[in-house]
C-alpha cells in the first residue's frame, strides 16, 4: 500500500518530513489519553487522600477533565481557523501545564476536580489542531490512514498509562502523577514549538465574527454526514468512556484482580491499536464505509450478546474478557474511520469542523459514559447494556447519515 503523501501545495512549507509530522500529531493526541488513563490506578489513593466518600465519585476526576476537553474544542476551533493552528496549539498546551502542576497541590477534591477541568480545556487545543491539521495536509482514504495511525498511538498510550500511574505511585503518591503529565506536555510543547508548521494558509482563514464563526458552525450541522456520523461516534465514544469510568472497580471490586488490573487494561487498549493499526493498513483497498459499517453491525452483536449472558447471572471472568476483548477491537475500525466521514466535506471550515465533532463526541460521551459509570452496582449488567443501547444508536445515525444503505463505495481506491 503507498504511504499517504502530501497535499502538493503544502509540501513546500513542510519544515517537517511526514513521518515527524504524523509522529508529532500522535504525540499531542497521546497527551490525552495519558491525562485520562494514567488517573485509573491512582482514583482509590485520592479518595482516601481527599475524603471522598461514596466510590462512584471518584470516577469525577475521569469526568471532569472529559468535560473541560469537550467545552473547550468549541473555542478552539473558531482561533484556529482564524489565527491558525500554532498560536492556539501553544496556549493550549501552556493551559494543561499550568494546570496539572497546581494539581498536584490541591487542598481538597473540589478544587482538583476544578483543576483537572481546566487541564481538560487545555488539553482541547491539541485535539482541535491535530486533527484539523491532518486535514490541512491530507484528503479522502489518505486522511483516513493517517487519523487511523494517530489514532493507533492515541488507543495504545492506555496499554501503558495505567502501569505508568501505578509504577509513579509505588515510589511516590497520586501528585507525581500531575508532576509527570506536566512534563511530558512541556517536552511536547517545545517540540511543537520548534518543529510543527503552519499548515493553516492564509488565504483560508476566516474573520472571528460572529456571524463568520455561526455560519462554520451552520456548515457542520447541516451537512447531514458529518451531523449524523458525529452523532453516532459520539454514542460509540459514550461506550467506551463508560468503560474507562467504571474499570477498575469491574477488575478490582467484582473479579479481585487488583495487582493485574493495568495488565488487564492494557490489553483491552492493545487491540484497540492493533484494530486501529490493521485499519490504516486496510482502509485504502476497501473504504471507510464499508470496513467501519461491518465493524459497527459485529460491534453491536458482540454487545447484544454479552447484554444477555449478563442478566443471566454472574460472568465468568474468561467469557467477559473474550467479549468484551471482541467488542474493543471493533472499536479500533469504527473510531478513525468515523471520524474521517464526518471530517471529508467540510475541509474549507477544518478547524470549527473539528471544534464541533470534538465537542459533540467528547462532552456528549463523557456524559453518556458518566451516566453508564454512575449505573455501576456490583455486576456487569449496566455496562453491558450501556454497550447495547448506544452501539444501536449509533446505528440508527449511520443509517440516517446513509439513507438507509450501508456498505457504500464513496470515494474508490486510486
Partial sequence: MAQPSIHPDMQAKMRIGRAEF????????????????????????????????????????????????????????????????RGPLLFGLALYILAASAAIFAPSFAVLLGLRMIQGLGAAATRVIAVSAIRDVFGGRQMAEVLSMVMMVFMAIPVIAPSLGQLVMMFGAWPEIFMLMAGLAFAIAVWAYLRLPETLDEADRRPLVFSTVLQGFRYVVTSRVALFYTLATTAIFGAL????????????????????????????????????????????????????????VTFIAINALWFVISLAGPVPFPLFFLLFSGSMFMFGWIGPNFNSIAMEPLGHVAGTAAAVQGFTTTLGGALLGAMIGQAFDGTLTPLAGGYFIVSTVGLIFVLIAERGKLFQVVNPAV
Wanted: proline fraction near 2%; glycine fraction near 12%.
Fill in 22 to 85: 504524523i509522529t508529532l500529531a500522535a504525540a499531542l493526541m497521546a497527551l490525552n489519553a495519558l491525562a485520562i488513563d494514567i488517573m485509573l490506578p491512582a482514583l482509590q489513593q485520592i479518595g482516601a487522600a481527599l475524603d471522598v466518600v461514596a466510590e462512584n465519585d471518584r470516577q469525577f476526576v475521569i469526568s471532569a477533565y472529559l468535560i473541560g476537553f469537550g467545552g473547550g474544542q468549541l473555542i478552539y476551533g473558531p482561533l484556529t481557523d482564524r489565527f491558525g493552528r
Fill in 241 to 296: 468512556f463508560g468503560f474507562i469510568n467504571s474499570a477498575q472497580q469491574i477488575y478490582v471490586d467484582i473479579y479481585g484482580m487488583g495487582d493485574l488490573f493495568p495488565i488487564l487494561f492494557a490489553v483491552g487498549a492493545g487491540l484497540m491499536a492493533l484494530s486501529s493499526f490493521t485499519n490504516s493498513r486496510f482502509v485504502g483497498r476497501f473504504g471507510m464505509r464499508r470496513l467501519s459499517h461491518t465493524a459497527l
